[in-house]
């Protein structure tokens, strides 16, 4: 496609903008080949970004490590925003309702891709020693069926659920209904260390509060809420945690819903007016 893009913006005069939404060589299993491997596709990615008229990223770290890596300008920013979006108040009880959890108990969510690396499996580990929260992971992936297995073995004791991804048209309708959110992506590549997922607009959209793991870059912007970090019982890798209390309706939220089709997961965006000074 970046070939196809390249050629058809040299024979038509268009412009042509190279959308980099992760820093690819360091990410999954690019990260991982031979070192010969990632120089060639380095170069290529390389030569793609200079040919283009313009690199678009999701937030500044990425943003600087690609005008170093590329020899380009600074590429211009577009976060991972949700729409604006009112919740409810009181909030919804959509979860307790859909899996009949007791009228006492905190929902942590995990809305996203079912895939390794992403915090699910510490989520797992974690969840038991959180007094009556429900782990309750919402989406597809790789990792389903092991997570289906896990939800049901009775030694879960009811902790764990697992419900299917739902049309971006109604996601932040559930994401206002858990308690916290949670997004301990596990800081194994540069990549991990500096993203900023859906799913941290998405909770500030709602109004939910985040826990996200250590390392885990900053979106820049004091309109979120609080930063700080937590200690649990298993030391400081509970990790920092914004907070954007259900009356905070502020943040980098985009003025539109997204289109119904498709379904909530990985990858995605909606453009945010301000990001471009993020």
């Known amino acids: 496609h970046n070939i196809a893009a390249l050629q058809l913006g040299r024979a038509t005069g268009a412009k042509v903008v190279y959308d980099a939404r992760d820093i690819y060589l360091e990410a999954a299993n690019l990260a991982r080949l031979p070192r010969p491997a990632r120089a060639l596709l380095a170069r290529v990615e390389r030569r793609w970004a200079r040919r283009a008229d313009r690199v678009l990223t999701v937030n500044r770290p990425y943003a600087e490590v690609m005008a170093a890596r590329f020899g380009v300008p600074l590429p211009a920013i577009v976060m991972n ?25 905190r929902v942590v969510l995990y809305q996203g891709g079912f895939s390794r690396e ?28 092991e997570l289906e297995a896990r939800a049901a073995d009775p030694a879960s004791g009811g902790r764990v659920r697992v419900l299917p991804a739902v049309p971006p048209s109604e996601l932040l309708d559930w994401v206002a209904a858990a308690d916290v959110v949670a997004m301990p992506i596990q800081p194994t590549t540069l990549n991990h260390r500096l993203t900023t997922p859906n799913k941290l607009f998405e909770a500030l959209a709602a109004g939910v509060p985040v826990v996200g793991s250590v390392g885990r870059a900053s979106v820049g912007s004091p309109a979120i809420g609080r930063s700080l970090t937590a200690r649990g019982p298993r030391g400081p890798s509970s990790g ?8 905070r309706r502020r943040g980098c939220l985009a003025p539109r819903p997204p289109s119904p089709a498709g379904r909530v997961g990985p990858g995605g965006r909606t453009p945010c007016p301000s990001s471009s000074s993020s």
Not at 84 to 105: C, K, Q, T, V
Not at 121 to 144: D, F, K, N, R
């Open 240 to 247: 920092p945690r914004r907070r954007s209390g259900r009356a």
């Open 118 to 145: 992403r915090g699910i499996e510490q989520l797992l580990e974690a969840i038991g020693l959180v007094p009556s929260a429900v782990l309750v992971l919402l989406g597809y992936g790789p990792l389903q069926a």
């Open 81 to 105: 925003c949700s729409y604006r979006y009112l919740p409810p108040d009181p909030p919804a009880r959509r979860f307790h309702e859909r899996l009949g959890l007791d009228p006492a108990s």
